[in-house]
């Protein structure tokens, strides 16, 4: 069977299928999430997964509509078995198969997803992972992005209205940053800030700046004393270029 991976039919634009934990996610997060979902490609497949019957989910009935959401019913037939989650694995192994969706977009906290997206990454598509702070590692760690929602409702508009991270304690944030920065660096010390990008997203599929309470990426990194970031003209009226290196050492004057 032949799949297609990146580009598709519709304008250019990955296809994706956005499949909703309803028993593990928020409906009021959903705007935001569909917002978020919409820099990734086209949602062409948008399914939420529980039992409509019951009064838990009362929540998402409108949200669903308002949003062309598709409920999908999945009865709790043994107690303490999670069907849903069941439910959601075997739609998406079919969805998978069926070559029209070029990525997937899980919106659950719940580790049981992990094989389920490792298994879509090794199809060759892309794998996007939407849950709470409180996710398990390694669902995190077996998508090929990952966002907490926590991000995505509220993000400072300038770097003047987040707080500063304390990067001398930020250990981990600062080696993530140097691997990142180095690897893109050019024989000038100067590394394109979306080649950084990049390098974060392939070494830690949960680096986000909004974590640190930065909305883009140029805004953590000038924030940060090790780095210098310079924006650069590209001479054809469009927005500059954002450029970072590492801090350039003051050297201690001497003695006379």
């Known amino acids: 069977r032949v799949y297609v991976e990146h580009m598709t039919e519709l304008g250019g634009e990955a296809r994706l299928a956005v499949l909703i934990d309803a028993d593990n996610a928020s409906a009021n997060d959903l705007e935001v999430l569909l917002v978020e ?26 949200k669903l509509l308002e949003n062309s959401v598709q409920p999908m019913q999945q009865f709790g037939y043994t107690t303490g078995k999670n069907s849903t989650d069941s439910a959601l694995i075997i739609d998406a192994m ?10 997937f977009c899980l919106v659950s906290s719940d580790s049981d997803f992990t094989r389920l997206a490792a298994r879509i990454r090794e199809q060759g598509l892309k794998a996007y992972g939407f849950g709470q702070r409180k996710t398990p590692k390694p669902f995190v760690k077996a998508c090929t992005t990952f966002v907490y929602v926590e991000n995505l409702r509220e993000v400072p508009e300038t770097t003047a209205e987040a707080p500063t991270p304390n990067f001398s304690k930020d250990r981990a944030l600062d080696k993530l940053l140097a691997e990142a920065v180095e690897t893109a660096a050019g024989d000038d010390g100067w590394a394109h800030m979306g080649a950084v990008g990049s390098n974060l997203s392939r070494l830690a599929s949960d680096f986000d700046s909004r974590t640190w309470g930065f909305a883009k990426l140029s805004g953590l990194l000038e924030a940060h004393p090790g780095y210098t970031v310079e924006f650069k003209s590209r001479g054809d009226g469009k927005s500059p270029n954002a450029y970072v290196r590492k801090a350039l050492k003051r050297q201690a004057k001497r003695g006379g």
Not at 49 to 58: A, F, K, P, S
Not at 94 to 103: A, F, K, Y
């Open 37 to 62: 979902i919409a820099k990734y490609g086209t949602a062409t497949v948008r399914r939420a997964y529980g039992d409509w019957t019951g009064d838990h989910l009362r929540p998402w009935k409108a």
């Open 94 to 103: 079919d969805l998978l198969h069926s070559g029209t969706v070029d990525g």
